[in-house]
């Protein structure tokens, strides 16, 4: 399963900005580190978040708990009773998008751009922790 994960952490929210849509908020984001910043637009009807929230946040390649890849034909949702679990069981919040995008930073930092089906994600911090990421399809896996 390392290999399917490729990026966890936690953040707490600075900041909620839900001025603009309905039902769409941009949150902003420090990790428990203090190294890297997210900056995330999520549905709120869905999965409302307030500020100094805590978040659990994944990237991961497949929702397999093997690791393996995906059967597109299948989907990702259970059909029937009984189906085996997957990680979109046991966290909150799933979305499936693309990585699209690369920027050098300040220093060793690296800026990363995701859109999940509009809803973009950006992150920025040190290219050790986001080695693991590049241009290819991702799961955004969130929950308290």
């Known amino acids: 399963m390392a290999d399917a994960q490729l990026y966890e952490d936690t953040f707490t929210v600075t ?19 203090n190294l890297t910043a997210l900056t995330l637009d999520i549905n709120t009807d869905l999965y409302p978040l307030s500020t100094n929230d805590p978040v659990q946040l994944l990237l991961a390649s497949t929702l397999s708990l093997d690791g393996a890849k995906d059967d597109a034909a ?36 690296i800026k990363v751009y995701v859109s999940f089906g509009g809803l973009l994600m950006y992150l920025e911090g040190p290219y050790r922790k986001l080695t693991g990421l590049r241009v290819d399809w991702v799961y955004l896996l969130l929950k308290r």
């Open 15 to 33: 900041s909620v900005n839900d001025a603009k849509y309905d039902r769409v908020a941009r949150i902003s984001g420090t990790s428990a580190d």
């Open 74 to 109: 299948k989907g990702w949702r259970p059909v029937a009773k009984g189906q085996e679990v997957t990680l979109a069981d046991m966290w909150d919040y799933v979305c499936y998008g693309k990585v699209y995008r690369f920027e050098e930073g300040k220093g060793d930092n």
